[in-house]
């Protein structure tokens, strides 16, 4: 079990836009066990590579209520978007303690390559949806903060630095 740091917003490294994977591999496949460790650790239900700094589009998500269905996308691409919204209040790994309402389309179809290196497609409503929306963003280089105002994302960068200057002041 191997736990990776997450990065904090405002952390320049989480606007990095990441690349393909070329091939479902060893490496990657320690990437995705990685993440997984570090997503359930949290706890959280989703977690992009970017987070952690690795910019490859790879994404790990569970939402069940036992935390016990690992769901593996690489190379996500959202194919289709319903014109149906929700408002789904969201919190994120990498902007801890932070909750705020974002509307997003209510259902999304994905297709991406599993574990396996087999492209699926998967269409998702709930939590399900959001999730992975929240998640395709971080692979862009964008966090849940930007659907927000621009009074509130500041007001949450300068928590985040703040909260970053009091655990270095722990150790």
């Known amino acids: 079990m191997a736990l990776l740091p997450v990065l904090c917003y ?11 994977v070329a091939k479902v591999d060893a490496r990657i496949k320690k990437i995705v066990s990685d993440m997984a460790d570090t997503m359930y650790e949290a706890p959280g239900v989703g977690l992009a590579a970017t987070q952690v ?11 069940s209520d036992n935390q016990d269905e690992l769901m593996v996308f690489i190379n996500p691409e959202l194919i289709w978007a319903s014109a149906e919204v929700k408002a789904w209040r969201e919190g994120c790994l990498s902007v801890p303690e932070y909750y705020d309402e974002v509307e997003r389309p209510a259902v999304v179809r994905v297709r991406a390559v599993g ?3 087999k492209e699926f497609e998967v269409e998702a409503d709930g939590l399900l949806s959001v999730c992975l929306q929240h998640e395709m963003d971080h692979l862009q280089g964008k966090v849940f903060v930007e659907y927000l105002s621009m009074l509130k994302r500041n007001r949450i960068s300068l928590r985040m630095k703040k909260r970053a200057k009091e655990l270095v002041g722990q150790r």
């Open 115 to 117: 574990l396996d290196g």
């Open 10 to 20: 405002p952390d320049p490294r989480l606007h990095k836009v990441a690349k393909p």
């Open 53 to 63: 700094d690795i910019h490859e589009r790879i994404l790990v998500i569970d939402v």
